[in-house]
């Protein structure tokens, strides 16, 4: 039996947005779903019961983090991420490859796998698929991702196919090495860059491993958005319909329309809390720098269309306040509201498919958020 | 009609020790108590209804800091400092005279005021009586402290009685410019170092002004113990019995212990939220390092007594992490744990008013808690 089961609810009849269920050993989810980040065990500055509150209902956390901070046999010991960090909802963690492969001139790959530097101490690290299946068997969240190379945009053809080929074989390798399949679903990541038959290539190899999603990575790495339009259209109608699809790294409110446009079920992103730390938020209007002179005596709310519990609560100018002050609680409150933006979004974004009307829904979100062809223009520009 | 009312309820029959209940705008408050410092209009990391959650009844903020940033007017203007920070509790202001003479270099001080220049900005700016009734009357909260001098430890028999005359003639004039005495209760500050006759004539020339409550002031920097207590027990008696008496900036456990037992009813301090940035902690076993190795796989609570959302919920183990990793979450952890405690501390101290056993609980705290003459060994000694 599969740990974790897709149901496909309904399909937008003009898009191939689709609304569908994620049933896991720690609860339903509700697709299409965008995941917070808790790199290190903790979604940036939240308590595990306010993303509860906020209707999260699957989060994702970082094996490269937790693997060497605190280790995976420490999070073992404590019962699994999820005991570990008192999270009663689904997890889902990555493979560490994006990581790994980011730490630049610090690694070294192989088709056996990955030797590394860690970041915090400089420490001789390895990882290849079947360590990293460990990792995350330890680690224990709902999806587990397999160990891919995600290569950077641009990339030569001839070093994309190169890359396919290893990251196929690791899929293959992180299959027969995964140890706990009863608990834990292992998705496979679609690589190929911005090449169709690649794309093509891959899908077909991880399909055959009939495994219980898929992931499509390589994405939101610098290429132009329509590349990444491009390669979505084409990538996901070759999935199997009964599979949840996950496209990871992606989250600004534009490309959450974009990819569920084209068929994505899932998304995780850092931006709306790495967003918030630095006193950005994410409004119906556009983005707001809070920092902004204009709002030290703003008595209004920082989204006046937001029903959380931050916008029922308090002004810009206290909110401006503790942020120009450095006051923890300054982040903790754009924080909250930004994740609790990009998850009303996805609620509203699942109203509109099941209402048949996720086109219309889409034109009149850009149109109040200010959104157009040379990119967000945001509240700042709408005043 | 005085904005602030004091309830005497009962005495300890064996010691100095009082309870009472003080009728602010903002509620009615249990005596005696701790009152969380918000410095910056935000105790640091928690939201306000963590604080009323936790059952704080009157929150300390900083005028010198309000002042000079967001600006007292802008507080105004946003409805007063309740309704800035949205705190609906009592608030207590103190009157910047601790932080400015703090500035040493910084500052000039005649009879008329002290000139400084802002941390922030270097900008001059000067503080008289009547400029910080000016600010605290803006600012808006319940209790507001007179504009005193708060002389260091040691300081000589001629300073401290220049010191004193100032202090006490700057009260008068803060009684004579403070506009909102129906809404704001001013209370008066008791100096006099180390010398009983000088804080004789401070608590005279205080009690002539017939002021709704009194500080004792000017302890807790530096002084040895034995002074501290000697000056306490000297001077509270010598205040009105039906107003409430206010011991500044002081609140470990074992001086909260010590001050009731001398007659007080109000204290606030940095300390439970200092500390807890730092990642040490308040458990009814002493205070705990979270940082030592030995609380890294550590599954037991902060403090196996407490019944904290903290504790009810989370690891030392996982507490250890998110502070050695740096997360906003851990301090915010150990900083709700710390507030609980000491909030808990003093409703413990109430109940054993209540029953006439005030000395008991005492002893048998310091027993727990591991304090002896030689300070507090706390946990990491007991263990």
Same mark, same amino acid.
């Given at each position: 039996?599969?740990?974790?089961?897709?149901?496909?609810?309904?399909?937008?009849?003009? %898009?191939?947005?689709?609304?569908?269920?994620?049933? %896991?050993?720690h609860?339903?989810?509700?697709t299409?779903?965008f995941?917070p980040v808790?790199?290190q @065990?903790?979604?940036?500055?939240?308590?595990?019961w306010?993303?509860?509150e906020?209707?999260?209902?699957?989060?994702?956390?970082?094996?490269y983090?937790?693997?060497?901070?605190?280790?995976?046999?420490?999070v073992?010991?404590?019962?699994?991420?999820?005991?570990?960090?008192?999270?009663?909802?689904?997890?889902?963690?990555?493979?560490?490859?994006f990581?790994?492969?980011?730490?630049?001139?610090?690694?070294?790959i192989?088709?056996?796998?990955?030797?590394?530097?860690?970041?915090?101490?400089g420490?001789?690290r390895?990882?290849?698929?079947?360590?990293?299946?460990?990792?995350?068997?330890?680690?224990?969240a709902?999806?587990?991702?397999?160990?891919?190379?995600?290569?950077?945009y641009?990339?030569?053809?001839?070093?994309?196919?190169?890359?396919?080929?290893?990251?196929?074989d690791?899929?293959?390798?992180?299959?027969? @090495?995964?140890?706990?399949?009863?608990?834990?679903?292992?998705?496979?990541?679609?690589q190929?860059?911005?090449?169709?038959?690649?794309?093509?290539?891959?899908?077909?190899?991880?399909?055959?491993?009939?495994?219980?999603?898929?992931a499509?990575?390589?994405?939101?790495v610098g290429?132009?958005k329509?590349?990444m339009?491009?390669?979505?259209?084409?990538?996901t109608p070759?999935?199997?319909?009964?599979?949840?699809?996950?496209?990871?790294?992606?989250?600004?409110?534009?490309d959450?329309?974009?990819?569920?446009?084209?068929?994505?079920?899932?998304?995780?992103?850092?931006?709306?809390?790495?967003?918030?730390?630095?006193?950005?938020?994410?409004?119906?209007?556009?983005?707001?720098v809070?920092?902004?002179?204009?709002?030290?005596r703003?008595?209004r709310?920082?989204?006046?269309?937001?029903?959380c519990?931050?916008?029922?609560?308090?002004?810009?100018?206290?909110?401006?306040?503790?942020?120009?002050?450095?006051?923890?609680?300054?982040?903790?409150?754009?924080?909250?509201?930004?994740?609790y933006?990009?998850?009303?979004?996805?609620e509203?974004?699942?109203?509109?498919i099941?209402?048949?009307?996720?086109?219309?829904?889409?034109?009149?979100?850009?149109?109040?958020?200010?959104?157009?062809?040379?990119?967000?223009?945001?509240e700042?520009?709408?005043?």
């Open positions: 039996m599969e740990p974790v089961r897709f149901e496909l609810i309904r399909r937008c009849p003009r %898009t191939l947005a689709r609304r569908g269920r994620l049933h %896991t050993p609860g339903t989810v509700e299409p779903v995941m808790g790199t @065990a903790t979604v940036k500055t939240m308590a595990p306010e993303l509860a906020m209707g999260a209902g699957i989060i994702l956390s970082n094996t983090h937790l693997h060497l901070r605190p280790g995976e046999d420490m073992r010991e404590m019962g699994g991420l999820h005991a570990f960090m008192q999270w009663p909802g689904a997890i889902l963690t990555d493979s560490g490859g990581q790994v492969f980011s730490l630049a001139d610090l690694r070294k192989t088709d056996e796998g990955v030797q590394f530097r860690s970041h915090l101490d420490s001789l390895f990882f290849s698929p079947e360590r990293v299946m460990e990792i995350e068997n330890a680690l224990g709902d999806i587990i991702m397999a160990f891919d190379e995600c290569p950077p641009p990339a030569s053809r001839e070093y994309l196919e190169t890359s396919l080929r290893r990251t196929l690791w899929a293959r390798r992180c299959q027969r @090495a995964h140890a706990r399949p009863e608990e834990q679903a292992l998705f496979g990541i679609v190929g860059g911005e090449h169709l038959d690649l794309r093509r290539q891959a899908v077909e190899a991880l399909v055959e491993l009939d495994l219980p999603g898929y499509v990575g390589g994405l939101s290429e132009p329509p590349v339009h491009e390669v979505l259209a084409y990538t070759l999935l199997p319909a009964d599979k949840p699809r996950y496209l990871m790294g992606v989250g600004t409110p534009e959450l329309f974009e990819g569920v446009e084209r068929g994505i079920d899932m998304f995780d992103c850092v931006l709306p809390t790495r967003i918030a730390r630095n006193g950005t938020v994410l409004t119906s209007r556009g983005k707001l809070i920092r902004n002179a204009r709002y030290a703003d008595p709310p920082l989204d006046e269309a937001c029903d519990r931050v916008c029922r609560t308090f002004s810009r100018a206290y909110i401006r306040h503790l942020i120009k002050a450095g006051e923890v609680l300054g982040i903790r409150l754009t924080t909250y509201h930004n994740v933006f990009l998850l009303r979004l996805m509203g974004i699942r109203r509109a099941e209402a048949g009307r996720f086109p219309e829904y889409k034109r009149e979100f850009y149109d109040t958020y200010g959104y157009n062809e040379s990119g967000n223009i945001g700042e520009g709408l005043d």
